[in-house]
């Protein structure tokens, strides 16, 4: 199963939107940046749009936030691009007729239930402008955690 990377995506979107080092912030730019194609931006960025989060008109690559990123959790922009899918993820594949595998799933459910309470909890209290900061931060030495980054994938 492919892993979305929908919210991490959106996050490195507004955060150029917010801080615009390109001034030049077509679908296409931020493709390059994100590394992927202009349609998969396009369908993130109509996302954000309509949930309230950017404000853009078609034809001017020009994007902003519509309101102030202190005000936009990460649970906001995760809800916006993912909507009230879960972050965990049963195998809904499996024998109807196996007691113990449905059981099992049954179980597996309830923690995960529990676990999404609490992922969306933290979600919420991480604002826009927190990682606006951080990301700030880092510019002072950008490759700092870079090579982690791609030893972890």
């Keep these: 199963m492919k892993k979305s990377v929908k919210l991490s995506d959106s996050v490195h979107a507004l955060v150029l939107i917010s801080t615009d080092p390109f001034h030049n912030l077509t679908s296409a730019r931020l493709a390059e940046s994100i590394k992927t194609n202009p349609s998969f931006v396009r369908q993130i960025m109509s996302k954000l749009k309509q949930a309230g989060i950017i404000e853009s008109v078609t034809g001017h690559p020009q994007p902003k936030l519509a309101i102030d990123p202190k005000s936009i959790s990460l649970l906001d922009i995760y809800r ?34 529990v676990i ?11 604002d826009l402008q927190s990682i606006i900061d951080n990301y700030e931060k880092r510019l002072e030495n950008p490759k700092s955690d870079y090579l982690q980054l791609i030893a972890d994938k």
């Excluded at 809904?92 to 007729?97: A, G, M, V």
């Excluded at 999404?116 to 933290?122: D, G, P, S, V």
């Design 80 to 113: 916006a691009v993912e909507g009230d899918a879960p972050l965990l993820q049963l195998d809904t594949n499996i024998n109807p007729e196996c007691g113990p595998g449905v059981n099992i799933q049954l179980s597996l459910k309830d923690y995960y239930n």
């Design 116 to 126: 999404q309470q609490n992922i969306e909890k933290q979600m919420a209290a991480i």
